[in-house]
C-alpha cells in the first residue's frame, strides 16, 4: 500500500481539495507550481542553507539515557524544540516564503491559534521583507499576548478575528476570505498539514527534514538507520508527519500518533479527534472531524492550544484507518506529569504539545532493546505560566 498523497490530492479516501470557487485559481496555480519549484535545485540550496544558517538545523538526535531506563526500551528525542523560535513550524515557513517568492508574490497571510504559527510566519516575512498579516480570534489574542507582542515586533498585521468563538477555526475562516478577495499578490501560509491539496503534502515534505535526518543519525548512533518506533503528537499533523515521511512504507517501524484527550475522550471536554470525529469536511479537505449529530462542527478543548483543532490531516486519519498507525489519546494531567518527567530526568522543559508524545511512552510495550524516537516538536517556555498554575493546583490539593 502507498500511503502518500495520490496525483488528485488524496490520502486513501482522505484529502482532497474541497473548496469555494472562488479559491480554484489561487489553488490551482500552487498545485500546478509547488512541486516543480520544490525540485528546482536553487530553491533546494537556498531552503537547505536556511535550514542549516538560521533555524539551526540538523537538529540533534538526543540519547535519553534516565529516560530510557525509566521506560525499558533505548529512547532517542529529535530536539525540534532546539529550531529558532521554538519548535518545528519554522521547517515550513521557511519553505513556503520562498516558495510565494518564487510565485511572485508580495504579501503574506496567516492564521494562528496559540500564535507559535503567527510568530513562525511572522519571523520569515521579517527575514525577507514581506508584508504579513495574521488572522488570530479575539479569544486567542488575549490569552497569547505575548506571541502578540512578537508578531508585533516582527512587523506583522494582527487582525482580531470576533466572529464565531473567536478561535483558530474563525481565524482560518478570515484567511481564507481574504485570499479569496486578494488572489493576484498574495500567499496564504497554512501552519499545518491540513487544508485542501496541495497544502497537506507541501507541508509535509517541507517538514519531512525531521525523518530524513533520523535516518541519518540513527545510523549513526545504532548502525541502522530504521527505529522500531516513531512517536509525535499530533495536532493537525505537521510534526508527525515529517517524522513518519521517510518510512511510511517501512512496515518494520511502528508509527506511534498522540493525539490530546482533554478531559478525557469521553468527557465532552477533549480534542481526540481521530478516536471521535466522523468523516467530514473541514477547511478544505475530507478528514475526520469532531462535529454533532447536525454536522456542527464542535469546539474541541486540550490544554495544548497547539493540539486543540477539530480536524486532523488526512495523511493521519489514511494511516490511522488503515492500522498503520496507532493513536493514543494522551490527557491533560497525563501530558503534564509527563513533562515534568522529562524536566526531572533529562532537564528538558518540552512544549505542553510534545508533552502528549511523552505521554504515551507509558501506554507502550516495549522490549529492552527496542529503538523508539520520539520528536521533541518544540519547547516549554511558552507554557511555564500553564505549568506553574498547574503544579501549585495539584500541590494545593495533595496537602
Ligand atoms: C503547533 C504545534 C504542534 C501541533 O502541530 P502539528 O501540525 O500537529 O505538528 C505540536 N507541537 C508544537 C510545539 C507546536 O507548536
Redesign the pocket.
Known sequence: MDYNVNSEGYYGEFGGAYIPEILYGNVKNLREQYLEIMSDPDFRAEFDNLLRDYVGRPTPLYFASRLSERYGARVYLKR??LNHT????INNTIGQILLARRMGKTRIIAETG?G??GVATATVCALKGMRCIVYMGETDIARQKLNVQKMEMLGAEVRPVTSGNKTLKDATNEAIRDWCCNPADTHYII???VGPHPYPDMVAQFQSVISSEIKNQLQRHEGRDWPDYLM?????????AGTFYHYLDDMRVKLVASEAAGLGVDSGETAATIHLGKRGIIHGSRTFVMQDEDGQITEPYSVSA??DYPGI?PMHANLAVTGRSQVVAVTDDEALAAAMELTRLEGIIP?I??AHALGALGKMDFRQEDVVVLTL??RGDKDMETFVEYFNSTRQEGS
Do not use: W
Open positions: 525540534e524544540d521554538g519548535a518545528h513550524k496559540a507559535q504559527h501552519g499545518s498539514t509525535a503528537c499530533v495536532g493537525g499533523g505537521s510534526n508527525g497547539g493540539l490531516g512544549a504539545e510534545s516538536s518544540g
